[in-house]
């Protein structure tokens, strides 16, 4: 590992040290908030998806159940209405 310290520090490279060490802890910081970050947008998004899914599904689940209910009952109408025609 290559240190580039400046002039003005002593020889020893000991607060160069420190500091490249605060720096790059800094850095390291900073690049794990942005992937959180980047990480809870991309939940955040993909739960909206999802929960945008279940309501499609749960809607069109209702519809159905209601279409099928409401054919099934013009349909035994239908029946019962013959049925006693025919007596």
Same mark, same amino acid.
């Given at each position: 590992m290559t240190h580039n310290c400046p002039v003005f520090l002593p020889p020893d490279h000991k607060d160069c040290l420190y500091i490249e060490a605060q720096l &790059?802890?800094?850095?390291? $910081?900073?690049?794990?908030?942005?992937?959180?970050?980047?990480? &809870?947008?991309?939940?955040? $998004?993909l739960l909206t998806k999802i929960n945008d899914l279940i309501h499609d599904l749960i809607a069109d689940l209702i519809h159905d159940l209601i279409h099928d209910l409401i054919h099934d009952l013009i349909h035994d109408l239908i029946h019962d209405l013959t049925a006693d025609k025919n007596k």
């Open positions: &790059l802890k800094f850095y390291n $910081s900073c690049i794990v908030k942005s992937t959180l970050a980047l990480f &809870l947008s991309r939940m955040t $998004s």
